[in-house]
């Protein structure tokens, strides 16, 4: 069975500091990859997406993608209070279905 | 920029009544998708739609589920006799290409809760 692998947390990081989420995938088919976030009671809002090795930088948010490891992760740099919420990352299979991991609940404390 | 919008923001239904769920996807998006999420779980694939028909779905999408595109513009999910253990949030999403390829946009989502 297809999966997307996330620790479940909660994972607490001091405001300003560097917080990283992880996440693994087990279909080595996989192509697309995305990280997205989702307050409470909220919809799930897309982060950032990756499709190649390495880095991808869009503000404070760094995705990084190892898929010989079959790994990605996203790093928030100057974490704020508004960056506490879950974060989902979610990932292509072979058949370009999207699976969904359940989300790390990240928690900034000021 | 351009949104899905998810309409009622919140429903409460009588369970064993029906309830239309509605959406209206980004409008140059091909790719339709419902998603739930009960209360403190993750979210769940239901259902992906194209070209007027259903590609996927899922083991949860049983024969109370059904969908459609009745106009140009909506996309429904309908649940025709509720359950108590259907009470959750329902998420409409679209994405230009298959959301594998491309990212699918979430509306905000309704809030489903049945007596």
């Known amino acids: 069975q297809k999966e997307v692998e996330q620790n479940s947390g909660p994972l607490s990081v001091p405001e300003g500091a560097i917080a990283s989420l992880n996440c693994t995938y087990s279909?080595?088919?996989?192509?697309?990859f995305f990280w997205y976030r989702q307050y409470s009671g909220k919809s799930p809002e897309l982060i950032m997406s990756?499709?190649s090795n390495g880095d991808k930088e869009d503000g404070r948010f760094t995705a990084q993608l190892n898929k010989a490891s079959q790994y990605v992760s996203l790093l928030i740099r100057d974490s704020q209070p508004s960056d506490s919420a879950t974060y989902l990352c979610?990932?292509?299979?072979?058949?370009?279905?999207?699976?969904w991991g359940a989300g790390t609940k990240l928690i900034i404390k000021p | 920029e351009p949104e899905v919008t998810q309409t009622p923001s919140h429903q409460v239904t009588q369970m064993g009544q029906e309830v239309i769920l509605r959406c209206v996807p980004i409008?140059?998006?091909?790719?339709f998708y419902w998603y739930r999420q009960i209360l403190g779980q993750k979210v769940e694939f239901l259902v992906s739609f194209y070209n007027n028909e259903i590609s996927e779905k899922s083991e949860i999408f049983d024969d109370q589920f059904s969908v459609e595109r009745p106009d140009g513009s909506n996309f429904t999910l309908k649940i025709r006799s509720t359950k108590l253990e259907d009470s959750a949030m329902y998420f409409c999403?679209?994405?230009?290409?298959?959301?594998?390829?491309?990212?699918?946009?979430f509306g905000d989502g309704t809030r489903l809760s049945i007596l």
């Open positions: 999403a679209s994405s230009e290409e298959t959301g594998g390829v491309e990212p699918q946009h």
């Open positions: 990756i499709y």
């Open positions: 979610a990932v292509n299979d072979s058949n370009y279905q999207l699976i």
């Open positions: 279909d080595r088919g996989s192509q697309s």
């Open positions: 409008s140059n998006h091909l790719y």
